[in-house]
């Protein structure tokens, strides 16, 4: 079946736009995650969604970022006056269930460049 | 906090051989699993191997085994008969079992690795 999907692939904007991203899981996966990826660095948690709820969003970095999940498939990172700093691939996963037992799957993620 | 740290920014392999990547992490949790993720060009994470803090055994996949000592808090990555599609960055990353933070990954910084013809 489809893996999960991220639109759009690439996005540029200017410094003090709003941008959204989005993330299609894989259907029939509860859990979605949103990570961010620096350059040369390692993916760093946002935001777990379990359903419609935000079950965790300690990684987000301030109130500029904010993500929704309102049917429980389909979910949106939305960044408010996007910084240069905000610029790194966001990266989002689903899996069946929360937990370490079931493999999160990624999509190939969107390329945020802020100038 | 949970820490994971790769040592290794870049290793190089022959093809045909064998490789091993590092990674040590800090936790006070006693229940977590450890992961070693590929990330190749096209920057999708595809999971290669999970492994069970409590299980003894080392998880093997095909070519690819750990070689994990909890009490040591290191879980090294064994890639064997290296093929040149094993190219790509390797994310070693942590997860607690419990808790509303069950399911959320902490990664190191990654390991660049190329498998040279």
């Known amino acids: 079946g489809a893996g999960v999907s991220q639109t759009p692939s690439n996005k540029v904007t200017e410094k003090g736009k709003y941008v959204e991203l989005r993330c299609d899981p894989i259907?029939?996966?509860?859990?979605l995650y949103w990570y961010r990826q620096s350059l040369g660095q390692g993916p760093e948690f946002l935001i777990y969604?379990?359903?419609?709820?935000?079950?965790?969003d300690s990684g987000l970095p301030n109130d500029r970022f904010f993500a929704v999940r309102p049917e429980g498939s389909v979910s949106t990172l939305k960044i408010q006056r996007t910084e240069r700093g905000d610029s790194a691939v966001y990266l989002c996963?689903?899996?069946?269930?929360?937990?370490?037992?079931?493999?999160?799957?990624f999509g190939p993620g969107t390329r945020l460049t802020v100038l | 906090a949970q820490t994971v740290t790769q040592s290794q920014p870049e290793m190089s392999v022959q093809e045909a051989e064998t490789v091993t990547l590092s990674c040590t992490y800090d936790?006070?949790?006693?229940?977590?699993?450890l992961f070693w993720y590929k990330q190749p060009p096209s920057r999708q994470m595809i999971l290669v191997i999970r492994?069970?803090?409590?299980?003894?055994q080392n998880a093997t996949e095909n070519r690819f085994s750990v070689n994990f000592q909890k009490a040591a808090k290191s879980f090294s990555l064994k890639i064997s008969d290296s093929q040149l599609g094993d190219t790509a960055m390797y994310f070693c990353?942590?997860?607690?079992?419990?808790?509303?933070?069950?399911?959320?990954?902490?990664f190191g910084q990654g390991t660049e690795l190329s498998v040279k013809p």
């Open positions: 996963a689903s899996s069946l269930r929360r937990g370490g037992t079931d493999t999160q799957y």
């Open positions: 259907s029939g996966h509860t859990a």
């Open positions: 969604f379990q359903g419609t709820g935000a079950a965790d």
């Open positions: 936790t006070s949790e006693n229940n977590y699993y």
């Open positions: 492994q069970e803090a409590y299980k003894q």
């Open positions: 990353a942590f997860m607690k079992q419990r808790g509303n933070q069950g399911g959320k990954l902490i």
